[in-house]
C-alpha cells in the first residue's frame, strides 16, 4: 500500500508537468501553414509562371508543390541542388523560430525556401542583399511576381532575385 502511494503520487506530479509543459511551450503551427502577414489577410495564389534569374531559373504550375528549377553551375554550386533542368518540390518555411523550429507558411510571410530534387534537399534564404554586403529579411519579401534568395559563395552574400516571366 505504501509503494501505491508513491506511485500515485509520482503519476500525480508527472501529469502536472506535461499539463504545465503543454501550456507554457505550446506545439508549432498544424494548419497547413496559412501564417498571414497582417491578420485576416486572404492567402495568395500559389506561384505559376516561369520566374528568371541571372543565374538559372523556377517554374511553377501553380499546385503549390512542384518546381522546375534550371540552374546554371554557379547556382547550382552556392545551392547544393544539380545543375540542368531538374523537376522537385518545394516548400516556403518561417525560419528558425523558436521554440517551434521552421514550419511551413504561406510565401509572403516566408524567411526559407526548401528545395527538394530527387534525395537532395536545402533551404535557400529569403531575403535581398544591401550594397553594403548585409542580408535583409522581411515579410512580404516573396510576391505573386519575385522570389528575392540569398546564397553564399566562399562565405560572401549573394542575392538572386527570380522574377515573374510575362
Do not use: W
Not at 15 to 24: E, P, Q, R
Not at 127 to 147: A, D, H, M, N, R
Not at 148 to 154: E, H, L
Request: some cysteine.
Amino acid at each position: 500500500m505504501k509503494y501505491m502511494k508513491r506511485i500515485l503520487l509520482i503519476l500525480a506530479a508527472l501529469l502536472v508537468c506535461a499539463v504545465c509543459f503543454y501550456m507554457f511551450f505550446p506545439h508549432g503551427p498544424r494548419d497547413g501553414g496559412n501564417y498571414p502577414p497582417v491578420p485576416d489577410t486572404p492567402v495568395p495564389d500559389p506561384h505559376n509562371g516561369l520566374f528568371v534569374s541571372e543565374y538559372g531559373s523556377m517554374e511553377f504550375n501553380g499546385d503549390d508543390t512542384t518546381v522546375i528549377i534550371d540552374f546554371g553551375p554557379e547556382l547550382a554550386e552556392m545551392s547544393g541542388l544539380p545543375e540542368g533542368r531538374q523537376e522537385g518540390t518545394y516548400t516556403f518555411l518561417s525560419g528558425n523560430l523558436p521554440p517551434h523550429g521552421s514550419f511551413d507558411i504561406r510565401y509572403d510571410a516566408a524567411h526559407e525556401l526548401r528545395i527538394t530534387v530527387g534525395d537532395d534537399s536545402v533551404v535557400i534564404r529569403i531575403g535581398t542583399v544591401t550594397e553594403s554586403g548585409t542580408v535583409q529579411v522581411s515579410l512580404q519579401t516573396v510576391t505573386p511576381e519575385k522570389i528575392p534568395t540569398v546564397f553564399y559563395k566562399d562565405d560572401t552574400p549573394v542575392g538572386v532575385v527570380f522574377e515573374l516571366q510575362k
